[in-house]
């Protein structure tokens, strides 16, 4: 297996003399609760003292009991917590010299001169301005006589480094900010339960979301929902727009289509900068077409509820690239922002990140609406791009109409795919599916509402196609197939390898083929997300979230908790993370006897220390549940879900009890997620992009042909960028005995999540911005988990 590179440790940066302070600002957001966790035991485990201060700027300012020091026990149990534990407040008398002078005072007294500020541009903003003051700050208070020479010598410079707390996603330099992928879930939970009311009486629904500056939340959701018109502020409407959208209800209802939606953002303005609320909306749809219309403004349920997998795990590497980059900082250091790149954290200047954000406005105000567009960042443009594809009937320019015919295989979301103009067909059951025969035209209207369905509404079987090729190239010669679109997992990554390979033999197969991810386990090569794992790691996390409320009354307990993946840890170790697990066993990561054992040991002192629960994450072997999964190199088969159970059971007697749980196909069940609804429609729009170019590069003498290794491709996402690679090629990168790839960018979590665990563990710096610095910034880009 490939571990993570351990060349450059973060031992080398102790925190030792150090102190620092740690406060959330601003509108609250949910995951900040991670992130003030993963800060405060960072920095207590590199040997800092670490403060809270509450309330904010307001608390900086009135000191006192304001700013407390923070053990390792004040942060237990708040990672599942939305809002933040240690307040947030509008601060008038920070904007104020006298306001900072005191705050100043307020942290010399305690000599912090590092602090993690958790929360908007204008709180980073107030921060970066209080250290460029920071020396006059301090020769004022000696003046004052409140603090003397040695006071000013220690406490010389302040190092400030910033967290985007926002659930707009409105802040440049960064792919996604904490609390947007939280509050996506909030609304996709609401017209999830509108779709339902609105399809029994056929109505229409209006739904205001937050986003006074910011469309994201509103396009994100309405390209998850098949929402049927979506209102933000950096691009307007043309002028119009009431004939147009009108016209497109009436069709939608001369359809039978018993449900519209519009999201409109509050911030909604037209052309004329004139705004457009939701009660404009519904009036227009009332007055011209009489349709049953009701309005729903979600307001602050956006803000609230428990934070997502993402948002805490998010949160966590940002705390703890927070601690690492203050540690780091030097006197010629500038003020820095935590920001994701990818599936990278990294430090980018925290002023340039803010003069970029309010360039976006600025490009508003004057109406320059395509380059404010283009400001939010290439994720923005592209989500914007394929919102519009997919909710017009009318091909788009980059995919001219043809009378080719695709064919689909195990689609759980396919919704748009017949914009490209092709004549798409279904194939029920897979590979299976598809050599008997089960193949059937799909239209437009026939996919409408699939974005919210778990699952594959066409069945998915795991049968390769290797001994039915014959019949496979005879079906799709009959139906006179020229391209083909599997959606899946390990299996479909096999079965496209075995197709491209048989298209000497058969020259039925000789067709633009393509594979899209998906699966739970996260296990394919070429791509380092696939669509169904964040909702298998939400399931994860929220069903961790109920065990330990369950155990809220039992002191000592420690859950031992069996999740899906085969021999593929991503699932164990992401929600372990999100989860705040204690131990994680993985196939990767070999363990033994010894091992287990000084876990236990671990927890038994845990225990003896205030913590009362605990909770362990190993990963089944395969989806069948079979429970010898954590493998040593010898793939020690006695080490069991109920082997773990005893030993802990055994050796924690009378310090705590033991209970285990299998999640099973719960992990596999329920609504996607918004990632998942939002990656798998823009990657499948892409794919078919793809199928639509070699169509038109391979159609030479009035047929389609097409066997050179760049026509068989599996389309992935490769750190911040949707590539396609040709499958042949990434059977290199392919353990196929254990059906992982060889090499696995999450194995490097697993350091911050034994930190956070409180074992000594070393940290791979190489994962870190200091080695991954970008030097300017950079718009944002598809991310790794919510706004692909």
Request: glycine share 10%; charged share 20%.
């Amino acid at each position: 297996m490939v571990q993570p590179d351990t060349r450059k440790f973060f031992e080398n940066l102790s925190g030792d003399g150090k102190s620092i302070a740690v406060l959330t600002s601003g509108g609250d957001a949910q995951g900040m609760n991670a992130a003030v966790r993963a800060a405060v035991r960072m920095g207590l485990y590199v040997g800092a003292k670490v403060y809270f201060i509450h309330e904010g700027y307001q608390g900086m300012v009135d000191g006192g009991n304001n700013i407390i020091e923070a053990t390792w026990e004040s942060v237990s149990s708040m990672l599942q917590v939305g809002g933040t534990v240690i307040g947030s407040a509008r601060c008038k008398e920070f904007r104020t010299h006298e306001g900072r002078l005191r705050a100043a005072l307020n942290l010399v007294q305690r000599e912090i001169t590092n602090i993690c500020v958790i929360g908007g541009d204008g709180s980073l903003t107030g921060a970066n301005l209080f250290r460029e003051e920071w020396s006059g700050l301090l020769q004022e208070l000696k003046q004052q006589g409140q603090i003397d020479d040695e006071a000013v010598r220690n406490n010389s410079i302040l190092h400030i480094v910033g967290m985007v707390g926002s659930i707009d996603n409105d802040f440049c330099g960064t792919d996604m900010t904490i609390g947007t992928d939280s509050a996506l879930h909030r609304i996709i939970e609401v017209v999830d339960a509108i779709m339902t009311t609105a399809q029994s009486h056929q109505r229409t629904f209006v739904l205001e979301v937050m986003g006074r500056h910011c469309g994201y939340l509103a396009l994100v959701s309405a390209l998850a929902c098949g929402a049927d018109w979506v209102f933000i502020p950096e691009m307007p409407p043309e002028d119009g727009w009431e004939d147009s959208m009108c016209q497109k209800l009436s069709e939608n209802r001369a359809d039978k289509k018993r449900l519209n939606i519009m999201i409109v953002a509050e911030g909604a303005i037209d052309r004329h900068n004139k705004a457009i609320t939701a009660d404009n909306i519904k009036e227009l749809v009332v007055s011209r077409l009489g349709f049953d219309t009701r309005v729903t403004i979600l307001g602050h349920v956006q803000r609230g509820g428990t934070p997502s997998a993402f948002d805490r795990i998010l949160a966590s590497r940002m705390g703890v690239e927070a601690v690492l980059a203050l540690l780091e900082a030097s006197a010629d250091t500038p003020a820095c922002v935590v920001s994701l790149v990818g599936n990278q954290a990294v430090r980018l200047p925290l002023m340039e990140c803010v003069q970029m954000t309010q360039e976006v406005q600025k490009a508003m105000d004057e109406k320059k609406f395509e380059e404010a567009v283009r400001l939010r960042g290439r994720s923005f443009e592209n989500n914007l791009v394929t919102y519009r594809l997919l909710s017009s009937r009318k091909a788009d320019s980059e995919l001219p109409t043809s009378n080719f015919n695709v064919a689909v295989l195990n689609v759980g979301a396919p919704a748009g795919m017949n914009a490209a103009g092709h004549r798409m067909f279904a194939v029920s059951d897979g590979f299976e599916g598809l050599y008997k025969g089960k193949i059937k035209e799909i239209t437009w209207g026939d996919v409408g509402g699939w974005t919210g369905q778990g699952g594959s509404l066409l069945g998915t079987k795991r049968t390769l196609p290797g001994k039915h090729l014959d019949k496979i190239a005879e079906q799709m010669k009959l139906h006179k197939i020229n391209a083909l679109m599997v959606i899946g997992g390990f299996e479909a990554y096999m079965g496209l390898l075995e197709l491209a390979k048989a298209r000497d033999a058969h020259e039925a197969l000789c067709v633009p083929m393509i594979m899209v991810p998906a699966t739970v386990s996260n296990n394919i090569p070429g791509s380092d997300l696939s669509i169904g794992s964040d909702t298998a790691l939400n399931a994860i996390t929220h069903t961790c979230d109920r065990i330990k409320q369950s155990a809220s009354g039992t002191k000592r307990r420690v859950f031992i908790i069996e999740t899906m993946g085969g021999y593929c840890g991503y699932l164990a170790t992401v929600g372990g993370l999100a989860a705040g697990a204690d131990s994680v066993y993985i196939y990767e990561e070999p363990f033994d006897i010894r091992d287990l054992q000084a876990n236990v040991e671990h927890l038994t002192e845990k225990m003896k220390t205030s913590i009362q629960r605990g909770i362990v994450l190993r990963t089944s072997l395969n989806s069948t549940h079979v429970l010898c999964v954590c493998r040593n190199e010898n793939c020690n088969e006695n080490f069991s879900t109920d082997f773990m159970y005893q030993l802990y059971s055994e050796e924690g007697r009378g310090v705590f009890d033991c209970r285990k749980n299998i999640l099973g196909h719960m992990q596999q069940g329920g609504a996607p997620s918004p990632f998942d609804r939002n990656f798998s429609t823009k990657i499948a729009a892409k794919a078919m992009q793809w199928i639509t170019r070699s169509l038109k590069e391979s159609f030479k003498g009035g047929r389609v042909f097409a066997n050179s290794e760049d026509t068989a491709c599996l389309l992935g996402m490769r750190r911040r960028a949707l590539v396609f690679q040709p499958v042949s090629h990434l059977q290199e990168e392919t353990d196929f005995v254990h059906r992982i790839p060889k090499e696995q960018w999450w194995l490097k979590l697993r350091p911050l999540m034994k930190i956070l665990a409180k074992y000594k563990t070393s940290y791979d710096v190489s994962d870190s911005g200091q080695l991954e610095h970008v030097s300017r910034v950079r718009p944002k880009e598809s991310h790794t988990s919510a706004a692909i």
